[in-house]
């Protein structure tokens, strides 16, 4: 299984991005999620969905402004960003397959965000 996200890009704060995930094999079983790393710190989770996108959760630092989804026709996952603060720059990355505490199995390459303010 491949991942491949894009998306990424330049934005003011305030400003929208939607970031894509897609993976090459089959992945609809897979819970999936979104991680990002800032300049300097740890990477840290951000958002996962359920295989069949019936439950999802996040960090607290984005409820309610990002959202989380996936098409499993398209073997994809999204993250609509809304609201975007200059904290949320970072390189964000999808992963897929929960291996329960140890993380993900299966990691893309990461989009950078650059959010000015």
């Known amino acids: 299984v491949q991942l491949q996200a894009s998306g990424g890009g330049l934005v003011q704060a305030g400003g929208s991005l939607r970031l894509s995930c897609t993976a090459s094999?089959?992945?609809?079983?897979?819970?999936k999620a979104w991680f990002r790393q800032a300049p300097g710190k740890e990477r840290e989770f951000v958002a996962s969905?359920?295989?069949?996108?019936?439950?999802?959760d996040y960090a607290d630092s984005v409820k309610g402004r990002f959202t989380i989804s996936r098409d499993n026709a398209k073997n994809a996952v999204y993250l609509q960003m809304n609201n975007l603060k200059p904290e949320d720059t970072a390189v964000y990355y999808c992963?897929?397959?929960?291996?329960?505490?140890?993380?993900?199995?299966?990691w893309g390459q990461g989009t950078l965000v650059t959010v000015s303010s």
């Open positions: 094999g089959r992945t609809f079983s897979y819970t």
């Open positions: 992963a897929a397959q929960r291996l329960g505490p140890s993380g993900y199995g299966y």
């Open positions: 969905i359920s295989s069949n996108g019936f439950s999802t």
